[in-house]
């Protein structure tokens, strides 16, 4: 399964950008679970958010909860991550994700439970104080 990401870039603080992440449509129709996740320089890999497809429902870590919102359009095969009011803490590579069996589930402090079954290559984000 062959994930895409699109959309990093460079922004000042309090702005916006939308990650965008196209899988082939086999993946897509399989998948049960799709999110986003970040790894800054030298720091753990983190959970962001979490969209489940079977119940449409979502999770969010707390540290993006209220600024960051998952969304999924079947249409196009494509899952975005929408971020508003960004912070330089939030500056890392955003890795899009998924998995087609039991998934994952998404704790508020940004940990995971469960198997995460493929991975994007990650696209970059910056933010500038």
């Known amino acids: 399964v062959q994930l895409v990401e699109s959309g990093g870039g460079s922004v000042q603080a309090g702005g916006s950008l939308r990650l965008s992440c196209g899988a082939s449509e086999y993946a897509h129709s399989s998948t049960t679970t799709w999110g986003w996740f970040r790894q800054a320089t030298g720091r753990a890999t983190d959970g962001l958010a979490v969209i489940y497809t079977r119940s449409s429902g979502t999770a969010y870590a707390d540290s993006v909860h209220g600024r960051f919102t998952i969304s999924l359009d079947n249409a196009k095969n494509t899952v975005y991550l929408q971020m508003n009011s960004l912070k330089p803490e939030d500056t890392a590579t955003y890795y899009c994700?998924?998995?087609?069996?039991?998934?994952?589930?998404?704790?508020?402090?940004?940990?995971?439970?469960?198997?995460?079954?493929?991975w994007g290559q990650g696209t970059q984000v910056t933010v500038s104080s």
């Open positions: 994700a998924s998995a087609d069996d039991s998934g994952w589930l998404l704790m508020r402090d940004g940990t995971w439970k469960g198997l995460v079954g493929n």
